[in-house]
RNA sequence: GGAGAGAUGGCCGAGUGGUCGAAGGCGCACGCCUGGAAAGUGUGUAUAUGCCAAAAGCGUAUCAUGGGUUCGAAUCCCAUUCUCUCCGCCA
């Protein structure tokens, strides 16, 4: 959520910010500024009105104490008007308060001044590639083939047991699985990282401070007898635990790394791009967190770049960095940097990873404020980004590693694995 | 799941209808004292929001959350959430 100062000082500023992405915000700016004004009177009439009433109430204690009857009871005539009006008063400002949040969060995040224009994925702007795209020898085939064939993964199970998109991994398919985690999860930690086990399951109050709802409510399970949403990544349970808190210069840095299993809807995916684990309704994700002060969050925010691509190159796998232009962003970030790995099968790009700086936006949102030096509050800055997410970095482990007999592990798994390779 | 007790500021804790944003203590910040420190001592120490260019100042709201009673609620009533104790069930 934006903050409604800088809609007040700088509306047009906000709508040419917003059309990098693609976001026509004249009218809903307008309105937010014009509720916003409405709210602000209503405010101060109430504001006035209780005040009155205050001083009343004080007035006819007192002459209670005295004894003063007669006196008293006069003014509580007074009173009984005042209070039909504040009741009046509020129930407008309740409602004028109702429609200004509701409109706000329907406004995206400003990008960040070097996010690029465009429109969709072919506008984001690549800016590194980096490893050797392996060449296969002439039997290599897709991944979900050699999670057959090796006794891996076993999709059709999954299917039995919950449904499409909830895989069942096995044998050295789990185990591999369980290496990546642990994996993962270490070098979060060596980089500073304090690890969590969040919940996986939410309430509505975290579904709502990091964004997921109102409008991606589709994309959630919910469990309805208890109003409780399964999450979509560990940053909804994490982010929250900064839900409502005020933190001090000398609780930075603030950096969370956490392993959790993420479920998604994923309502409305179809064709290949669902195929084998491209896409799945459970999947696991080692996710970091890290809240910054306003001054330095892009320095985090590419330390968090740096951390990822530590971990790609430490798995041998090629990949790319991306600068998602503002039509491929999401709603929230003002700046994403997406990793896309190789997967040589399918000779296609799987992204793994998207790093972003929300700057205050869920910050706001979430009322995670830092008591700075001379005292005063202001918004944090979020960021967060996978490390990472597990099933297309299978994919692709599975994809380029395959040699003729079999599938072969990289040197910095085996330790986690127990195992050199897959045959 | 059943029965009971409870929820007050960063923490402890007082407060059962008015003068209570809230005693007292601890902690913290700044000052005095000291060669330096401790002790002592003085002052300050919540959040949100509105008026104001801003600061100061003032108004309003907040004693788990939401509603109610009342001229007036931390205090009384109702609902919800959470915590603790006992019983039941259970990995």
């Not at 309502?267 to 799945?280: E, H, T």
């Not at 997967?343 to 949102?365: D, G, P, Y």
Request: charged letters at 25%; proline letters at 4%.
């Amino acid at each position: 959520m934006l903050q409604i100062n800088l809609l007040r000082e700088k509306p047009e500023f906000v709508i040419e910010r917003l059309a990098i992405k693609n976001f026509k915000a004249s009218e809903l700016v307008h309105a937010i500024v014009d509720l916003d004004q409405k709210k602000r009177v209503l405010q101060k009439n109430l504001d006035d009105n209780l005040a009155e009433s205050n001083k009343l109430a004080t007035e006819i204690g007192n002459f209670f104490k005295q004894g003063n009857k007669a006196e008293a009871d006069t003014l509580k005539l007074r009173t009984a008007t005042l209070k039909e009006a504040s009741k009046e008063l509020s129930e407008q400002l309740e409602d004028a308060s109702a429609k200004l949040a509701e409109l706000s969060v329907q406004l995206p995040n400003l990008p960040h001044d070097s996010v690029p224009k465009g429109t969709h994925a072919e506008h984001n702007e690549i800016v590194s590639q980096e490893g050797e795209i392996p060449v296969l020898h002439k039997e290599a085939v897709p991944h979900w083939d050699l999670a057959k064939k090796f006794n891996l993964i076993d999709f059709d199970l999954g299917s039995k047991i919950s449904g499409a998109g909830f895989p069942v991994y096995r044998g050295k398919g789990a185990r591999l699985q369980r290496a990546l985690i642990n994996f993962f999860l270490e070098s979060g930690i060596n980089a500073g990282y304090e690890e969590i086990q969040p919940p996986y399951v939410v309430n509505e109050d975290s579904a709502y401070g990091t964004g997921q709802l109102p409008d991606k409510e589709g994309q959630m399970y919910l469990a309805t007898l208890d109003k409780l949403y399964l999450i979509p990544t560990a940053e909804v349970p994490v982010t929250n635990i900064y839900r409502d808190v005020i933190l001090k210069p000398a609780d930075f840095p603030v950096k969370n790394v956490a392993y959790s299993a993420c479920f998604r809807r994923e309502a409305g995916s179809y064709g290949k791009d669902v195929r084998g684990l491209n896409r799945l309704h459970q999947f696991d994700k080692v996710e970091i967190v890290q809240i910054a002060r306003a001054e330095n969050s892009y320095e985090i925010l590419d330390e968090m770049v740096a951390h990822v691509t530590f971990l790609l190159r430490s798995l041998g796998l090629p990949f790319r960095i991306l600068r998602l232009c503002g039509g491929d962003m999401s709603f929230a970030s003002a700046l994403t940097y997406d990793f896309e790995v190789y997967s040589t099968a399918q000779e296609r790009w799987l992204e793994v990873s998207s790093v972003s700086n929300f700057e205050s936006f869920q910050a706001n949102r979430l009322k995670l404020r830092i008591k700075n030096e001379s005292g005063k509050t202001e918004l944090a800055h979020t960021l967060n980004g996978s490390a990472l997410a597990l099933p297309r970095i299978m994919a692709a482990l599975l994809e380029n590693y395959q040699v003729e007999d079999g599938i072969r592990i990289p040197a910095v798994l085996v330790p986690y694995t127990g195992f050199e390779k897959i045959s």
